[in-house]
């Protein structure tokens, strides 16, 4: 058992296993409007000194994504200043207090300031921990271990799902705050990333935690030899950064990945699952159907943590789409259905519960997954930093939209349009993912620079010039 221990693959596996402790909180968060909501709105379970409104729950599902865009701006600058690690721990403490808090929040406005704030320090670990894992990971593991992101936040979800229906809000609110609490400790014996100690001169520091992570000093001293080619030994200079040819590609390209992340009504539907199921009207019970939902989450991302190393980026993100479109259209003929006062009967009633089945898991198994994947490894590393930043403003954002307006679009146009609507975006993703994005399997991000660039093709078409 030792020799496994002391394995460079282990030790890389266990290094970002624990740096993505934390976003199991954060799943455990993305998932508390589900079934707090529903507890505020009810008189004789809410702990608030009144019942919630609708436009109150709107906002303590959406203020946290509202505030990042704003937070992030500030909060991604420390990422290159004080390290990675560093900024994975800056996390905890506000998710730590805030969770206190809502063991005795009496006050809608405390939920709400609340979710403000320890949406912030989510959305920022979300930010800080893709980029360490993948200057962690090599390049035949960095899809795999990028991917347990997505499944660590299913466990969250389904952690949030499984026991906050069941127990009061206070009982909840504990075991939210103690969950904080457990999955920070680890971080705290963590190594800092070795590309960052490398952009700070530490030299000596980052061939000893590569030649432990790559398994010999060779391997080490050509990674070191790509650093020194992405590294600017000059600070980096924001300003010509924006204007680089290439930079602003991999911006085009994540931000439009960031907008098929949301867009495409996951997040709607995940942050409302609950109050969906409740709509429906059928027999199956709401928590029960949840929680088995979110159980389905987590093996859709473990499927896409098998896959991801070996199938081409592209093929599977056209899948998860496909799969997406499909259970959205059947979830909309439900609801046209139940408008048009037709009588759901048979197999038509359990059609909410297949449809959210299949949007979950298609999902998950692709676009949720490979999101957190692909958006580091479009970026080199003077520019990771930046570049993530940007597309967390971005998807913080398009969250925002997604959450605080979704109920009122549904008001506006009918459930069945709403998500018919969001169908046709997942069509024309499909669209831009087989034209636009590149397949980076098993290249390094040197690699991937240069196939943005166009150079790649450009020695291509030499190769093929000459003969």
Same mark, same amino acid.
């Given at each position: 058992m030792l020799p496994i221990l002391k394995a460079p693959?282990?030790?890389?596996?266990?290094?970002?296993?624990? &740096?993505?402790?934390?976003?199991?909180?954060?799943?455990?968060s993305l998932a508390w409007p589900s079934p707090v909501l529903v507890k505020l709105r009810n008189e004789?379970?809410?702990?608030?000194?009144?019942?919630?409104?609708?436009?109150?729950?709107?906002?303590?599902?959406?203020?946290?994504?509202? =505030?990042?865009?704003?937070?992030? =701006?500030?909060?991604?600058? %420390?990422?290159?200043?004080?390290?990675?690690?560093? =900024?994975?721990?800056?996390? =905890?403490?506000?998710?730590?207090?805030?969770?206190?808090?809502?063991?005795?929040?009496?006050?809608?406005? &405390?939920?709400?300031l609340g979710r403000a704030i320890i949406g912030s320090a989510d959305f920022f670990l979300f930010t800080a921990v893709p980029i360490y894992a993948s200057e962690i990971a090599d390049k035949e593991t960095r899809g795999s271990l990028g991917t347990l992101l997505q499944m660590l936040s299913s466990l969250g979800i389904a952690?949030?799902?499984?026991?906050?229906?069941?127990v009061s809000y206070t009982t909840f609110?504990?075991?939210?705050?103690?969950?904080?609490?457990?999955?920070?400790?680890?971080?705290?014996?963590?190594?800092?990333?070795?590309?960052?100690?490398?952009?700070?001169?530490?030299?000596?520091?980052?061939?000893?935690i590569?030649?432990?992570?790559?398994?010999?000093?060779?391997?080490?001293?050509?990674?070191?030899?790509?650093?020194?080619?992405?590294?600017?030994?000059?600070k980096v200079d924001k300003m010509k950064l924006l204007k680089d040819r290439v930079f602003l590609k991999s911006i085009g390209i994540a931000t439009v990945l960031c907008f098929i992340s949301q867009f495409t009504g996951f997040n709607a539907v995940s942050y409302y699952l609950q109050t969906i199921l409740v709509s429906t009207n059928t027999k199956v019970m709401p928590e029960i159907a949840s929680l088995v939902i979110s159980l389905i989450q987590i093996l859709a991302a473990l499927c896409a943590a098998i896959v991801t190393d070996r199938w081409k980026r592209r093929h599977i993100l056209l899948s998860s789409l496909i799969g997406v479109l499909i259970g959205l259209l059947a979830l909309g003929l439900f609801f046209k259905l139940t408008e048009e006062k037709q009588e759901v009967i048979g197999f038509l009633n359990y059609l909410p519960?297949?449809?959210?089945? %299949?949007?979950?898991?298609?999902?998950?198994?692709?676009?949720?997954?490979?999101?957190?994947?692909?958006?580091?490894?479009?970026?080199d590393?003077?520019?990771?930093?930046?570049?993530?930043?940007?597309?967390?403003?971005?998807?913080?954002?398009?969250?925002?939209?997604?959450?605080k307006f979704f109920p009122l679009l549904t008001v506006a146009i009918g459930p069945a349009m709403t998500y018919w609507s969001f169908s046709i975006i997942c069509a024309l993703s499909c669209a831009y993912v087989y034209c636009c994005i590149p397949d980076?399997?098993?290249?390094?991000?040197?690699?991937?620079?240069?196939?943005?660039?166009?150079?790649?093709?450009?020695?291509?078409?030499?190769k093929y010039t000459d003969k």
């Open positions: 693959r282990f030790k890389q596996y266990a290094i970002v296993l624990i &740096v993505n402790l934390g976003v199991i909180t954060t799943g455990m004789t379970e809410s702990p608030l000194e009144r019942p919630i409104t609708d436009e109150e729950g709107s906002w303590i599902a959406s203020v946290g994504a509202l =505030c990042n865009t704003f937070t992030l =701006c500030f909060l991604g600058m %420390l990422i290159d200043r004080i390290g990675r690690k560093h =900024c994975v721990i800056l996390t =905890c403490l506000p998710k730590i207090l805030i969770s206190i808090v809502f063991i005795f929040a009496k006050q809608a406005w &405390v939920l709400i952690i949030t799902k499984s026991i906050g229906p069941f609110s504990v075991i939210f705050a103690a969950m904080n609490l457990l999955v920070a400790i680890p971080v705290f014996f963590l190594p800092d990333s070795p590309y960052y100690l490398y952009s700070k001169g530490k030299i000596d520091k980052a061939t000893d590569l030649t432990s992570i790559r398994g010999s000093e060779e391997l080490a001293k050509e990674e070191l030899v790509m650093y020194s080619i992405a590294v600017n030994t000059e519960m297949i449809s959210l089945i %299949l949007v979950i898991y298609s999902y998950s198994a692709g676009i949720g997954s490979l999101f957190w994947v692909l958006i580091p490894e479009l970026f590393g003077p520019g990771r930093a930046l570049g993530v930043t940007m597309a967390m403003v971005f998807v913080s954002l398009f969250i925002f939209i997604t959450t980076t399997n098993g290249k390094t991000f040197n690699e991937i620079q240069k196939a943005l660039s166009g150079e790649q093709s450009r020695e291509k078409n030499e």
